[in-house]
T-cell receptor
Framework: AQSVTQLGSHVSVSEGALVLLRCNYS??????LFWYVQYPNQGLQLLLK??????LVKGINGFEAEFKKSETSFHLTKPSAHMSDAAEYFC????????????FGTGTSLTVIP | KAGVTQTPRYLIKTRGQQVTLSCSPI?????VSWYQQTPGQGLQFLFE???????NKGNFPGRFSGRQFSNSRSEMNVSTLELGDSALYLC???????????????FGQGTRLTVV
């Protein structure tokens, strides 16, 4: 079985500050891990994905995430928050045998304070 | 390259009615998945179609059904609507059936269904 836990349903940071959104996964097989962003009344946009290659993954808009197998974590970071980063962020897991079925976390709403 | 297109964007239906939602995947993509998004339950997997066959199914009642056509377009149908079916329904398309490339899903903007 696969699942994802996102710690913190709401995170607030000041503009220019570090963004850290936490994601822990559970998977009985080597996972594929993803971060998606959702703006109001929009679908999901892929930020980055872990595909069992490099453990540090760089994505769009300056975001990156590090896969840590020992901690079963895949936290999302950005060195300097921008106002346009305010959105809902979802961590998701799938696996080589699950087709295209994603298991999503409950999401983290990011607020950026000017 | 056109993205995933979902129609309609907004729907208002009455309890007991049925509804059909449509999803046109990215050209060349053969896999289409459907998700229900609600504030209380988050994103929940409904089902996935690949080459006109349902490959995976989530834990939803039989009132929720879908199909995929030979051009990969997919429809989702909900019969006997309940108030709890009010949600954003998202469609995702992926390139193929296996391997990591298949799991990069591209989402549409969704259909907002309101049941009154």
């Amino acid at each position: 079985a696969q699942s994802v836990t996102q710690l913190g349903s709401h995170v607030s940071v000041s503009e220019g500050a570090l963004v850290l959104l936490r994601c822990n996964y559970s998977s009985s097989v080597p996972p594929y891990l993803f971060w998606y962003v959702q703006y109001p009344n929009q679908g999901l946009q892929l930020l980055l994905k872990y595909t069992s290659a490099a453990t540090l993954v760089k994505g769009i808009n300056g975001f990156e995430a590090e896969f840590k197998k020992s901690e079963t974590s895949f936290h999302l970071t950005k060195p300097s928050a921008h106002m346009s980063d305010a959105a809902e962020y979802f961590c998701a897991v799938s696996g080589p045998n699950t087709g295209n079925q994603f298991y999503f976390g409950t999401g983290t709403s990011l607020t950026v304070i000017p | 390259k056109a993205g995933v297109t979902q129609t309609p964007r907004y729907l208002i239906k009455t309890r007991g009615q049925q509804v059909t939602l449509s999803c046109s995947p990215i050209s060349g993509h053969r896999s289409v998945s459907w998700y229900q998004q609600t504030p209380g339950q988050g994103l929940q997997f409904l089902f996935e179609y690949f080459s006109e066959t349902q490959r995976n199914k989530g834990n939803f009642p039989g009132r929720f059904s879908g199909r995929q056509f030979s051009n990969s377009r997919s429809e989702m149908n909900v019969s006997t609507l309940e108030l709890g079916d009010s949600a954003l329904y998202l469609c995702a398309s992926s390139l193929s059936g296996t391997g990591i490339l298949s799991t990069e899903a591209f989402f549409g903007q969704g259909t907002r269904l309101t049941v009154v």
